[in-house]
């Protein structure tokens, strides 16, 4: 990945780009709405599940010691947002069904649990029945079907039908219904499937690709701009159509995108751990509202371990671990101008025993990029912004 081939096109637009007030202004000349998200996971992934399920999320090999980590693991944890953190899901109505959908920035798929999934497949789940939906079609020949490289995935058929998030409906949308689930997902039954906003250059559909719910969507909206305004401990919002200033404070930072491997693609340019100096250093980077943790270069990392009393890499949970009573400090990441800060209480993800704790920074080894996954953007406030394409980052109000 290399950002230097973004064009001077994208550079020029990037300056002429609606600006924050303006695209507030825009919700009068078109639709732009707010969703919450409103369903907590009464479970989440283990952090060596977790980090595990990224690298298979992303086609890459896992270490060695990561696969042996995640294989010991029971997979999930309890979800306690008072001590630790809670993953949330937002409703979306697909053929006239309410189902529980988590928003994905690194993919690119709207796939849901089905009525042609076996029973013992979809037990616990809300799922999708196309022969309920007097708007549902059928596309003769078209599949699906995403596999991970940690042997989990899920496959199943297309149909076109009409697909509701907040304001905007969007008719003839393509749903990919599962017709077989791997167990990792089948455990899962708060989820009910995924809607994603990458770009429709990585949909699994085929032969022929189809486009993204949003990007149906933009024509509809007032601007063509979503936020992610994720929360610790308790339910966020996505924002479509325009930026609401309540929700951020201080500067917006833009900086450019590229589509080129069809995700939210951007350089990160450092980082500064507590009260320390900032060290200069390149990353390319994607934003990813699927992936919980946030994965950086070795060197970024040790540097923050280095700080937290008692942590070391722990190959028996294939990555850093502390004592959970360890304080931990915060970390900070540049993005083009601005510096954005996790406070260090983000950064205990989940516990592995009574005493020891998973570390929400992790290594990116082998994955070939770093991905700005939940823990970073729980801290900010996020803009996805395809008029040029452009992410913005900006600090929440205290």
């Given at each position: 990945?290399?950002?230097?081939?973004?064009?001077?096109?994208?550079?020029?637009?990037?300056?002429?780009?609606?600006?924050?007030?303006?695209?507030?202004?825009?919700?009068?000349?078109?639709?732009?709405?707010?969703?919450?998200?409103?369903?907590?996971?009464?479970?989440?992934?283990?952090?060596?599940?977790?980090?595990?399920?990224?690298?298979?999320?992303?086609?890459k090999?896992a270490?060695?010691?990561?696969?042996?980590?995640?294989?010991?693991?029971?997979?999930?944890?309890?979800?306690?947002?008072?001590?630790?953190?809670?993953?949330?899901?937002?409703?979306?109505?697909?053929?006239?069904?309410?189902?529980?959908?988590?928003?994905?920035?690194?993919?690119?798929?709207l796939?849901?649990?089905?009525?042609?999934?076996?029973?013992?497949?979809?037990?616990?789940?809300?799922?999708?029945?196309?022969?309920?939906?007097?708007?549902?079609?059928?596309?003769?020949?078209?599949?699906?079907d995403?596999?991970?490289?940690?042997?989990?995935?899920?496959?199943?058929?297309?149909?076109?039908?009409?697909?509701?998030?907040?304001?905007?409906?969007?008719?003839?949308?393509?749903?990919?219904?599962?017709?077989?689930?791997?167990?990792q997902?089948?455990?899962?039954?708060?989820?009910?499937?995924?809607?994603?906003?990458?770009?429709?250059?990585?949909?699994?559909?085929?032969?022929?690709?189809?486009?993204?719910?949003?990007?149906?969507?933009?024509?509809?909206?007032?601007?063509?701009?979503?936020?992610?305004?994720?929360?610790?401990?308790?339910?966020g919002?996505?924002?479509?159509?325009?930026?609401?200033?309540?929700?951020?404070?201080?500067?917006?930072?833009?900086?450019?995108?590229?589509?080129?491997?069809?995700?939210?693609?951007?350089?990160?340019?450092?980082?500064a751990?507590?009260?320390?100096?900032?060290?200069?250093?390149?990353?390319?980077?994607?934003?990813?509202?699927?992936?919980?943790?946030?994965?950086?270069?070795?060197?970024?990392?040790?540097?923050?371990?280095?700080?937290?009393?008692?942590?070391?890499?722990?190959s028996?949970?294939g990555?850093?671990?502390?004592?959970?009573?360890?304080?931990?400090?915060?970390?900070?990441?540049?993005?083009?101008?601005?510096?954005?800060?996790?406070?260090?209480?983000?950064?205990?993800?989940?516990p592995?025993?009574?005493?020891?704790?998973?570390?929400?920074i992790?290594?990116?080894?082998?994955?070939?990029?770093?991905?700005?996954?939940?823990?970073?953007?729980?801290?900010?406030?996020?803009?996805?912004?395809?008029?040029?394409?452009?992410?913005?980052?900006?600090?929440?109000?205290?």
């Amino acid at each position: 990945m290399h950002f230097s081939k973004l064009s001077a096109a994208s550079a020029i637009l990037s300056i002429v780009a609606a600006s924050p007030a303006e695209y507030e202004s825009l919700e009068k000349r078109g639709l732009a709405f707010k969703v919450d998200q409103t369903v907590s996971k009464t479970k989440i992934l283990s952090g060596p599940a977790a980090v595990n399920a990224v690298y298979g999320k992303y086609h890459k090999e896992a270490p060695s010691d990561v696969k042996a980590a995640a294989a010991a693991n029971t997979g999930t944890v309890a979800a306690n947002p008072e001590e630790y953190d809670s993953e949330y899901l937002c409703p979306v109505t697909v053929g006239g069904q309410l189902l529980n959908l988590d928003f994905d920035t690194g993919s690119s798929d709207l796939w849901v649990f089905s009525s042609l999934l076996p029973a013992n497949e979809r037990t616990g789940h809300s799922i999708y029945t196309p022969s309920k939906s007097s708007t549902s079609k059928l596309e003769s020949g078209e599949t699906w079907d995403i596999s991970y490289g940690d042997g989990s995935g899920a496959r199943g058929i297309i149909y076109a039908d009409t697909v509701v998030i907040g304001a905007v409906t969007v008719t003839s949308q393509a749903v990919e219904a599962a017709t077989s689930v791997s167990t990792q997902f089948t455990e899962d039954t708060d989820n009910d499937g995924l809607v994603g906003f990458a770009f429709d250059s990585i949909n699994t559909a085929s032969p022929n690709k189809v486009q993204t719910w949003f990007g149906n969507a933009m024509s509809k909206l007032a601007a063509p701009v979503f936020t992610a305004n994720l929360k610790k401990g308790k339910p966020g919002n996505y924002n479509f159509g325009y930026i609401n200033s309540a929700e951020y404070t201080g500067a917006i930072t833009y900086v450019p995108v590229s589509t080129a491997n069809g995700f939210w693609e951007f350089t990160g340019d450092g980082y500064a751990v507590g009260s320390g100096a900032f060290v200069s250093s390149s990353t390319d980077a994607i934003a990813d509202t699927g992936t919980t943790l946030l994965y950086l270069p070795t060197t970024w990392v040790s540097a923050y371990y280095a700080k937290v009393s008692g942590a070391s890499y722990n190959s028996g949970q294939g990555g850093y671990t502390f004592p959970c009573s360890a304080t931990l400090p915060s970390f900070t990441v540049g993005i083009g101008s601005g510096r954005f800060t996790i406070p260090g209480t983000y950064i205990n993800y989940a516990p592995v025993s009574s005493t020891v704790c998973f570390g929400g920074i992790q290594r990116n080894t082998g994955i070939g990029f770093s991905i700005y996954g939940d823990i970073f953007l729980k801290a900010v406030f996020a803009i996805f912004d395809q008029s040029v394409p452009r992410l913005g980052f900006a600090a929440k109000p205290q």
